[in-house]
């Protein structure tokens, strides 16, 4: 009920509207041009009155003609750079990633080329670490680390550590 109640005033308005739009219409065209009395005039006034009108028309379509190719052109200008931009979003829209294992030799090939043969052995560059040192450090460690912190906290905590490992070895 209360959508064709709607419906019928927006009708209505709309009405009026086409109503004012004929009238302004009306007005203006009785404002800039006014009835031509031919009655008094001659045969060679009618001619030069026929031949104002027609220059007066040739101007008009000019200018149409002008205003219609400034349209045309500038709506094929803006069509262009909105498929530019259209474009570009397009250029920067990134897809998925998908995960690719590659050795360090690899890696390396590519970034020196196929005439450098580089083997690259992590494991060989890593320190080797004795079992039996890590196995004292884990029961002098034992206490509760949480009373350390601001203890070893700073430089001066540090200069603590340096101090301690350098200590038992002298």
Known sequence: MLKSLMVAKAKEELEQELEEKEEQKAKYLEE???PIQMSSM?????????????AKIDVVDEERYDIEAKVLHNTREIKDLNIKVLDL?????RPNLRRVRVSADAILRSLLGS?????????????SVKKEDTEKEKTVEVSDWRKNVEAMSGMEGRKKMF??????NQ
Do not use: M
């Not at 979003?89 to 829209?93: A, L, P």
């Not at 101090?163 to 038992?168: F, I, L, R």
């Open 32 to 34: 800039k041009a006014p």
């Open 115 to 127: 005439k450098h043969k580089v083997s690259l052995d992590l494991r060989a560059n890593l320190k």
């Open 89 to 93: 979003r397009g250029k920067f829209k």
């Open 163 to 168: 101090d301690a490992a350098k200590g038992p």
């Open 42 to 54: 001659s045969l060679a006034e009618l001619r030069t009155l026929c031949e104002e009108l027609h």
